[in-house]
T-cell receptor
Framework: DAMVIQNPRYQVTQFGKPVTLSCSQT?????MYWYQQKSSQAPKLLFH???????NEADTPDNFQSRRPNTSFCFLDIRSPGLGDAAMYLC???????????????FGPGTRLTVL | RKEVEQDPGPFNVPEGATVAFNCTYS??????FFWYRQDCRKEPKLLMS???SGNEDGRFTAQLNRASQYISLLIRDSKLSDSATYLC??????????????FGAGTRLAVHP
């Protein structure tokens, strides 16, 4: 009954080698988010899609890109991973518009990225 | 100043203890408030929403003080399974049609036998 699925769960890449992380959802939610969480730190929003509209956070490095080919899938592309990009990457979804209940975000299990 | 601040802990408590976590937020226009729980190397999961009137869910009680910009979580009769990191989360005034979650760095709780 997985609702937000992330693949792979663990990803190892080399310094500078492009990597793509994927997220899919069975909730039919219109908003999908990507967060970066480093050890002992808060999850940090990188960007989100509201339907097909892409919204980048002001401090998200250009090295991070995203694609959402359809409602169910969203990808995070890291063009040239650096050692500082090693982190857990969390995908989340929510449904908008609406009331209080729509503030709930459903998180996937995350992809842990290691950069060698 | 961080938008959401929490004591990182760890809080080491015996089973059965009562433990309280505090959180402060900087944006007085913040709209919604939550506590999330995150187990080691897992994703955050919503524990409960927080309302000005206070709300309780079993052993968990959450309280919001808008005037002081302060949120609390009280856990009574701690269980070993309560060991986790508790994340305080705030959403600013909604803009652009989406709800942005601002996370605190979390407070780690370790319950021991």
């Amino acid at each position: 009954d997985a609702m937000v699925i992330q693949n792979p769960r663990y990803q190892v890449t080399q310094f500078g080698k492009p990597v793509t992380l994927s997220c899919s959802q069975t909730l039919n939610h219109n908003v999908m988010y990507w967060y970066q969480q480093k050890s002992s730190q808060a999850p940090k929003l990188l960007f989100h899609y509201y339907d097909k509209d892409f919204n980048n956070e002001a401090d998200t490095p250009d090295n991070f890109q995203s694609r959402r080919p359809n409602t169910s899938f969203c990808f995070l592309d890291i063009r040239s991973p650096g050692l500082g990009d090693a982190a857990m990457y969390l995908c989340a979804t929510s449904r908008l518009p609406g009331g209080q209940s729509t503030d709930t975000q459903y998180f996937g299990p995350g992809t842990r990225l290691t950069v060698l | 100043r961080k938008e959401v601040e929490q004591d990182p802990g760890p809080f080491n408590v015996p089973e059965g203890a009562t433990v309280a976590f505090n959180c402060t937020y900087s944006n007085s226009a913040s709209q919604s408030f939550f506590w999330y729980r995150q187990d080691c190397r897992k994703e955050p999961k919503l524990l409960m929403s927080v309302y000005s009137s206070g709300n309780e869910d079993g052993r968990f009680t959450a309280q919001l003080n808008r005037a002081s910009q302060y949120i609390s979580l009280l856990i009574r009769d701690s269980k070993l399974s309560d060991s986790a990191t508790y994340l305080c989360v705030v959403t600013p005034l909604r803009s652009g049609g989406y709800n942005k979650l601002i996370f605190g760095a979390g407070t780690r709780l370790a319950v021991h036998p």
